[in-house]
């Protein structure tokens, strides 16, 4: 029956993780016990599913953290290609350039030398 279920049975009770896995608790020990003093398919069946499915986690687990390291690296490498890398000048609202003239003229006088460069340079909108 343990052959069915588990054609691998022979090399996962001799895997060194497996048995070091086994003897950190004692009740692994108590069901490795029964399953091989009683020839108990259940016990057995326990251990070794559970391990592989810990395994598999296991796996899993640093396949995803691998996946994480590598998308960071790429990341972090990544040329910009857009752009001549000057920063971005402010672009205005029209309507709140209109605002400001009528509520604040004095704060759109002080202003004025930008804001015409920013209608010169299309960053009003």
């Given at each position: 029956?343990?052959?069915?279920k588990h ?64 998308k960071q ?20 609202r029209r ?31």
């Amino acid at each position: 029956m343990l052959n069915k279920k588990h054609p691998d049975f022979a090399d996962v009770v001799r895997d060194g993780e497996f048995i070091e896995w086994v003897k950190a608790s004692p009740m692994r020990l108590n069901i490795y016990a029964m399953a091989d003093a009683n020839y108990d398919f259940n016990a057995a069946d326990e251990l070794i599913t559970t391990f592989k499915q810990i395994r598999t986690s296991k796996t899993q687990q640093t396949t995803d953290a691998g996946n994480a390291v590598r998308k960071q690296n790429l990341k972090a490498a990544g040329v910009d290609v857009g752009g001549t890398g000057e920063s971005s000048k402010k672009v205005y609202r029209r309507a709140d350039l209109i605002r400001l003239r009528m509520q604040d003229p004095d704060r759109y006088e002080a202003l004025q030398p930008e804001i015409m460069a920013a209608y010169s340079e299309g960053r009003v909108k």
